[in-house]
T-cell receptor, first 117, second 112 residues
Framework: SAVISQKPSRDICQRGTSLTIQCQVD?????MFWYRQQPGQSLTLIAT?????????ESGFVIDKFPISRPNLTFSTLTVSNMSPEDSSIYLC??????????????FGQGTRLTVV | TQLLEQSPQFLSIQEGENLTVYCNSS?????LQWYRQEPGEGPVLLVTVVTGGEVKKLKRLTFQFGDARKDSSLHITAAQPGDTGLYLC????????????FGQGTILTVHP
C-alpha cells in the first residue's frame, strides 16, 4: 500500500489569498490526482498530475485558479488561488493502487480542510 | 463521464439493524468500487467488483454487482456504531485506475 501525507491538514485563510497544499507519497508513482470535497458532499476530480508534463484539468477547473506542480515522482502541490468562501472544501490527493499489481482503485491522503473567511 | 446515482443520501439507524445502499448508472460499469470515509480522513477502499452478478463479503458487509453491471449494492448486517461514516461508490474513467467518478455518497449514522 502507499502512504500519502498531506500538508497542511487544515487551514483558515483570508479571502483573496492563496494556499499551497503539499502531497508526499512514500513510493514513486506515475500519476497523482487532486480531488475537492465540498461540505457534506462527495468527491470531484480537479486534475491529474503527471511528472514532467502539465496537469490535465477536469471540466470546471482551470490552471489559473488551481495551479499544480509535479516536480518528481513522489511529490505534488495544489495551489488554491485568490480564494473566496466558495473555495472552502476538503482537498485530497490520491494515487493509483495498481502499479505492477494492476489493482484497481486509489489510495487517498487524509485531506486538507480549507476554510476561507 | 459516467454518472453514478447513489441512494439513500442519509441513513440513521439503531445498532443491530440491517441496511442497504444502492449505486446505479445508466451505462455499464467496467468495475465499481466502494469506499468508506471517516471524518478527517480520506476515503478507504472496501472492495472492487468487476464481474456481473458478483457477490463479495467483507465481514458483515456484502457487496453485489448487478448482472448487467449497471448497478451495485452494499448491505450491512447488524450495523454497529463503528460502521458510522460516509460510504461512496466510484467508477474508473479512462485508462487510469486512479481517475474516479464518485456517487453522491451515503452518510450512515448508527446509534448505540
Amino acid at each position: 500500500s502507499a502512504v500519502i501525507s498531506q500538508k497542511p491538514s487544515r487551514d483558515i485563510c483570508q479571502r483573496g489569498t492563496s494556499l499551497t497544499i503539499q502531497c508526499q507519497v512514500d513510493s514513486q508513482v506515475t500519476m497523482m490526482f487532486w480531488y475537492r470535497q465540498q461540505p457534506g458532499q462527495s468527491l470531484t476530480l480537479i486534475a491529474t498530475a503527471n511528472q514532467g508534463s502539465e496537469a490535465t484539468y477536469e471540466s470546471g477547473f482551470v490552471i489559473d485558479k488551481f495551479p499544480i506542480s509535479r516536480p518528481n515522482l513522489t511529490f505534488s502541490t495544489l495551489t488554491v488561488s485568490n480564494m473566496s468562501p466558495e473555495d472552502s472544501s476538503i482537498y485530497l490527493c490520491s494515487v493509483e493502487r495498481g502499479g505492477v499489481t494492476g489493482a484497481s482503485g486509489a489510495f487517498f491522503g487524509q485531506g486538507t480542510r480549507l476554510t476561507v473567511v | 463521464t459516467q454518472l453514478l446515482e447513489q441512494s439513500p443520501q442519509f441513513l440513521s439507524i439503531q445498532e443491530g439493524e440491517n441496511l442497504t445502499v444502492y449505486c446505479n448508472s445508466s451505462s455499464v460499469f467496467s468495475s465499481l468500487q466502494w469506499y468508506r470515509q471517516e471524518p478527517g480522513e480520506g476515503p478507504v477502499l472496501l472492495v472492487t467488483v468487476v464481474t456481473g452478478g458478483e457477490v463479495k463479503k467483507l465481514k458483515r458487509l456484502t457487496f453485489q454487482f448487478g448482472d448487467a453491471r449497471k448497478d451495485s449494492s452494499l448491505h450491512i448486517t447488524a450495523a454497529q456504531p463503528g460502521d458510522t461514516g460516509l460510504y461512496l461508490c466510484a467508477s474508473e474513467g479512462g485508462t487510469s485506475y486512479g481517475k474516479l467518478t464518485f456517487g453522491q455518497g451515503t452518510i450512515l449514522t448508527v446509534h448505540p
